[in-house]
């Protein structure tokens, strides 16, 4: 059976990982990826790497769309993840939300990503994304409520004031949001990241609630001027606002494996990392030659049986804004079976 581990494990070997991670470092995240055996029908994954220093913390994520849940109806967690309740909360969040109760048209596609920083626990606790259209704040609100009640976490009044102040204001700006509830950061608030969002005409309605961290950080401006698409700005809305804002940015024209391989989008922006010193230059090179694909044989032995292709390609650069820091970028490798 293909599983998140059996396709990581072809992956541990490419000096690609090795430069990015270290090769220590790679084997935690082979074993957050062979915890997950049991979402085996998962096709879609991210690797996330920082840039600008030789730490290796980072994160491992996959994307479990409504075709992937349906063929893995009837599953039974692991006896480990049985009993952790978070896990069991996932499970009941994936039911409601591909039947349709949290929200009545679903966005396909819910995001597990677990933090890999040293060794992980046997049971690691992930992170969960999911997409909403944004129609009125109060219906957009009840939905992420909706999400929230079933990890047993309440909208407080105040978040609710700094989510309805931001949905009014960002809303005109972007075609949707994709909804993080940080539950492996039990401390950390909820994550809101605008999607197809104007980087503009966002970041200005973001100051009209107070963050404005962007005002230091007048480079953002290059990213226009590089032909950088924004896929997402993200923020931190608990009680209170978090300064941080991130960016992420790709280029429309170099998603595809044969597109990142035919133009120099890619290398010259991660020059322009390198020069700018937030991106080290081995790093810079290592996330350049992650671009390929390859078919995989599991079994050397065995010429009747399938060989799916992995592909890999670059598939955003966020940067992270803080008050009085540099910029601190991250990479994401994804890799799909095809």
């Known amino acids: 059976m293909f599983t998140p581990g059996v396709f990581f494990r072809e992956l541990r070997a490419d000096s690609t990982l090795q430069a990015l991670f270290g090769a220590e470092n790679i084997v935690h995240y082979q074993t957050v990826a062979d915890s997950l055996h049991f979402l085996g ?17 980072g994160g491992y ?8 849940w349906s063929e893995a109806a009837g599953f039974v967690l692991p006896e480990a993840f049985a009993t952790e309740p978070r896990w069991r909360q996932i499970a009941t969040f994936f039911d409601r939300w591909y039947a349709g109760a949290i929200c009545a048209e679903p966005i396909d596609g819910l995001c597990l990503e677990v933090d890999v920083a040293g060794t992980p626990p046997p049971v690691p606790v992930p992170s969960l994304f999911f997409g909403v259209e944004l129609e009125t704040a109060d219906e957009t ?16 009044q105040t978040q609710r004031q700094l989510l309805q102040a931001l949905l009014q204001n960002v809303g005109p700006a972007c075609k949707g949001l994709f909804v993080g509830l940080m539950l492996s950061r039990p401390a950390a608030p909820l994550r809101l990241c605008t999607c197809g969002a104007d980087l503009p005409a966002v970041l200005t309605a973001i100051k009209k609630i107070g963050i404005n961290t962007l005002d230091g950080h007048p480079d953002w401006q290059e ?39 035919k133009t120099t989008h890619w290398p010259d922006f991660m020059e322009w990392l390198v020069d700018k010193g937030w991106c080290m230059r081995q790093k810079s090179q290592a996330a350049l030659n992650w671009t390929g694909g390859r ?11 399938p060989a799916p292709v992995i592909l890999r390609s670059l598939n955003h650069v966020k940067l992270d804004f803080l008050p009085n820091r540099p910029p601190q970028a991250k990479v994401y490798l994804r890799y799909e079976i095809g």
């Open 295 to 305: 078919r995989y044989c599991p079994d050397l032995f065995d010429f009747t049986g």
């Open 223 to 261: 990213f226009l001027q590089r032909g950088l698409y924004c896929s997402h700005v993200d923020i931190d809305i608990g009680d209170t606002c978090g300064a941080k804002v991130g960016i992420e940015v790709k280029f429309l024209s170099a998603m595809t494996v044969h597109q990142q391989r």
């Open 141 to 156: 609100i009840n939905t992420i409520g909706k999400g929230m009640q079933v990890f047993e976490q309440e909208i407080s």
């Open 41 to 57: 029908s998962a096709r879609l994954f991210m690797l996330e790497s920082p840039l600008g220093d030789s730490g290796n913390e």
């Open 61 to 68: 994520s996959l994307c479990v769309t409504r075709r992937d």
